[in-house]
């Protein structure tokens, strides 16, 4: 990949891009933002393969950082964006399409309800749990991803676990009818299996 084989990078991408996908939308919460940040990531691993170690370790933890800075970029673009948008008139009301978007909007709206959850944790907090428990690195993966010592990314993490879990017990919603809970932060706070380093 580093002497530029379109193979080897094809091979990469078929490997990553669906994790690269999954992280961008746990950190930006948007289909389409999550996207861009995946066909921005391959485009910047492409730009920047020689600068890949040649240790032959997985690249995973490697783009999973570009990708994580390429949502840092999302993010601000959509604050101004938003910002904006809050200065123009208000739009004239159009067709309701909601009748075949109702799994869509659900979906948003639980999409929503978990990012606000997660956005009342300091981004460093957001970005190493989405590392370790969303996109499965390790302890060392992830403080490279991030480029923090290893030690950071566990106290990171478990600020944002103790954080999470103080918001389920505030948010706590009833069960549903199959006893599922649905509050954002109890779904967030779940235990994962942490990997020992």
Known sequence: MRAGERAA??????????AVYNHGLRLTGDWSTAEE?????FLTAWRTRERVHEDGGSLRPWLLGIATHKADNA???QRRRRLFLARQPEPRAEEDFAPRTVGRIDDERRLRAVQA???RLRRQ?????SLCVW???DYQQTAQALGIAVGTVRSRLSRARKKLARLAEENMEPPTARGEMTSAAAIAALPVREELT
Do not use: K
Request: proline share 0%.
């Open 37 to 41: 940040i995946m066909s921005e990531t």
């Open 75 to 77: 993010r601000r673009g």
């Open 135 to 137: 996109s499965g690195l």
């Open 117 to 119: 959850a997660l956005g």
């Open 9 to 18: 990078f094809a091979q990469l991408y078929e490997e990553h891009a669906r």
């Open 125 to 129: 907090e957001r970005e190493v749990l």
